[in-house]
T-cell receptor
Framework: TQLLEQSPQFLSIQEGENLTVYCNSS?????LQWYRQEPGEGPVLLVT?????EVKKLKRLTFQFGDARKDSSLHITAAQPGDTGLYLC??????????FGTGTRLQVFP | KAGVTQTPRYLIKTRGQQVTLSCSPI?????VSWYQQTPGQGLQFLFE???????NKGNFPGRFSGRQFSNSRSEMNVSTLELGDSALYLC???????????????FGEGSRLTVL
C-alpha cells in the first residue's frame, strides 16, 4: 500500500508567521495535488504539479514538487486566519486513482 | 453551476443495519469517486465509477458497494454496519475518468455516518 506521509500533523501559529508543510512518499508520483478542507466541507483543490522540480505560486502559497517526484512542500508566507484548515496532499502513482496523505491541520490565530 | 450534492448530510445507524448514501455530480461530469474520511485513517479511496461501470476499487470489504446510474448519479451502500464504519463519506466528481489523476476532483460536503 502506497503511503503519503505529511508533516507536521498539527500546526498552530500566529497571524503573519511563515510555515512549510511536507508530503513524502517512498514511491514516485506521476502527479501530485494539494487540497484544503475547511470544517463541514469537502476538500478543495489548490494546485496540481506534474513535473519534477516544478514550483507553482498561488498568492501567498508556494508549492514545490521534488526533483525525484517523491516529495512535495507547501509554503505559506504571512499566514492569515483564513488559511486555517486541513491541508491534504494527494498523489497519483498511475492514471487511475488518487491516494491522499495523512493531512496537516493548520490553525492560524489572529 | 451547482456543485456536488450528497444526501443525507447526517445519519445515525446501529450496528448490523445497512445504509445507502447518494451523490449527484456536477452537471456534465461522468466520473464519481467515493472516499471515507476518519481522524485515524484520513481520506481513503473506496471506489470510482465512470459510465455506470466501476473502474477502480480500494481496499475495503465487500460490505461496501456502489453503483452509478445513467444520469451519472451514484449511490454507495454499506451493509452490516460496524462501529468502525463511523466516518465522513465524501463523493467527488470529475469530468472524465482519466482526469482523476491530473484533473480536478470536485468534492461534496459529505455524509457523516455515526454507527452506535
Amino acid at each position: 500500500t502506497q503511503l503519503l506521509e505529511q508533516s507536521p500533523q498539527f500546526l498552530s501559529i500566529q497571524e503573519g508567521e511563515n510555515l512549510t508543510v511536507y508530503c513524502n512518499s517512498s514511491s514516485v508520483f506521476s502527479s501530485l495535488q494539494w487540497y484544503r478542507q475547511e470544517p463541514g466541507e469537502g476538500p478543495v483543490l489548490l494546485v496540481t504539479v506534474v513535473t519534477g522540480g516544478e514550483v507553482k505560486k498561488l498568492k501567498r502559497l508556494t508549492f514545490q514538487f521534488g526533483d525525484a517526484r517523491k516529495d512535495s512542500s507547501l509554503h505559506i508566507t504571512a499566514a492569515q486566519p483564513g488559511d486555517t484548515g486541513l491541508y491534504l496532499c494527494a498523489g497519483s502513482y498511475n492514471t487511475d486513482k488518487l491516494i491522499f496523505g495523512t493531512g496537516t491541520r493548520l490553525q492560524v490565530f489572529p | 453551476k451547482a456543485g456536488v450534492t450528497q444526501t443525507p448530510r447526517y445519519l445515525i445507524k446501529t450496528r448490523g443495519q445497512q445504509v445507502t448514501l447518494s451523490c449527484s455530480p456536477i452537471s456534465g461530469h461522468r466520473s464519481v469517486s467515493w472516499y471515507q474520511q476518519t481522524p485515524g485513517q484520513g481520506l481513503q479511496f473506496l471506489f470510482e465509477y465512470f459510465s455506470e461501470t466501476q473502474r477502480n476499487k480500494g481496499n475495503f470489504p465487500g460490505r461496501f458497494s456502489g453503483r452509478q446510474f445513467s444520469n451519472s448519479r451514484s449511490e454507495m451502500n454499506v451493509s452490516t454496519l460496524e462501529l468502525g464504519d463511523s466516518a465522513l463519506y465524501l463523493c467527488a466528481s470529475s469530468l472524465l475518468f482519466r482526469d482523476i489523476s491530473t484533473g480536478e476532483l470536485f468534492f461534496g460536503e459529505g455524509s457523516r455516518l455515526t454507527v452506535l
